[in-house]
């Protein structure tokens, strides 16, 4: 407790000599602040944190946040992606210490020749980029983990970003009515230990199988046109989707999710199974995502 009472006085210190003056308030921590990319998550969370009693200040980045999620938080701003400086003026602009960081960014985008005039980055980025990142790989796990020591030394603390949603956080066994073949039980016995390891070296948390056959692997483009490959190679169908969480997964970011879009995915591409780790994936809109699961006869279950 000592330690923690430590980390919140040196980051309340480090506000108040950056001109932000901490009322009663702000001191017993009521204010949260959210930093969202796209898809439903970030509305989940700010429900969570509400409903929690917290008053939710949001920076949604441009060009992935949902407009409709200023309706939900208390105070609002769409921020640039590559202007965290950005964020963390208007986060402590109304006392906040804290964050919480969910959504959808398309990583991909970062690597297009022109990215530093679509993104106009700011010094913070710069700093981010060329210097905590220096000489170091790109990987997801890295670049978020500089993003958030750079956030912490503007007084912003990145927080587990499941706190909100242990609802929604994926059961053991099966969740769906549909039950699972004897194969496809034999291809996430086989598929499980290969996705582990994909997770290990931060390269992507999916991949697909049929009948012991790896099909596609999750890289920087994301579950979801993975999921489209798959469907390419294997037009046969019956394969599963097997995502989990990486070896020492950080919870403040990058979570591994699945949702409605995710099933709808799977129906339009062939799979007959989700595969997901239990209590370590969220389920995002989870009764919608368990019966439409059923609706297009593919098993879901949690390991």
């Known amino acids: 407790m000592k330690g923690c009472s430590r980390l919140y006085e040196v980051t309340n210190r480090r506000i108040q000599q950056q001109g932000v003056h901490m009322t009663p308030a702000m001191m017993k921590h009521d204010i949260v602040g959210l930093i969202a990319g796209g898809g439903r998550l970030p509305f989940m969370v700010a429900a969570g944190a509400r409903k929690a009693g917290r008053r939710v200040v949001c920076v949604g980045l441009a060009g992935y946040v949902d407009a409709a999620l200023a309706s939900e938080v208390d105070v609002f701003y769409e ?28 990583k991909s ?39 958030a ?39 996430i016995e086989f598929g499980w ?18 009948e012991r056959e790896v099909i596609a692997v999750e890289a920087i483009e994301g579950t979801a046109e993975m999921i489209k490959r798959a469907g390419q ?17 950080d919870p403040r970011f990058d979570v591994p999710c699945v949702g409605p879009e995710t099933i709808r995915d799977l129906a339009a591409n062939g799979a007959a199974c989700l595969a997901v ?14 019966a439409l699961a059923d609706q297009f006869g593919i098993c879901v279950l949690g390991r």
Not at 193 to 210: E, N, S, T
Request: with cysteine.
């Open 79 to 106: 921020v640039a992606v590559a202007r965290p400086g950005s964020w963390i003026r208007r986060l402590r602009k109304h006392g906040a210490i804290e964050a919480i960081m969910v959504g959808t960014v398309t």
């Open 109 to 147: 985008h970062l690597f297009t020749r022109r990215r530093i005039l679509r993104y106009v980055p700011d010094w913070r980025a710069f700093r981010i980029y060329y210097w905590r990142l220096r000489g170091r790989p790109k990987q997801t796990d890295v670049l978020l983990t500089a993003l």
């Open 149 to 187: 020591d750079e956030l912490a030394t503007g007084g912003i603390r990145l927080e587990n970003s499941t706190m909100y949603c242990e609802q929604y956080m994926a059961d053991s066994g099966v969740m769906t009515k549909h039950q699972p073949a004897a194969q496809v039980l034999r291809d």
């Open 193 to 210: 230990p290969l996705a582990r390891q994909l997770g290990d070296m931060d390269i992507g948390q999916a991949i697909a199988v049929r």
């Open 233 to 249: 190679f294997c037009r046969a169908g019956g394969w599963t989707l097997i995502k989990t969480a990486k070896p020492g997964q």
């Open 277 to 290: 780790e239990a209590g370590k994936t969220i389920v995002i809109d989870k009764p919608q995502t368990i």
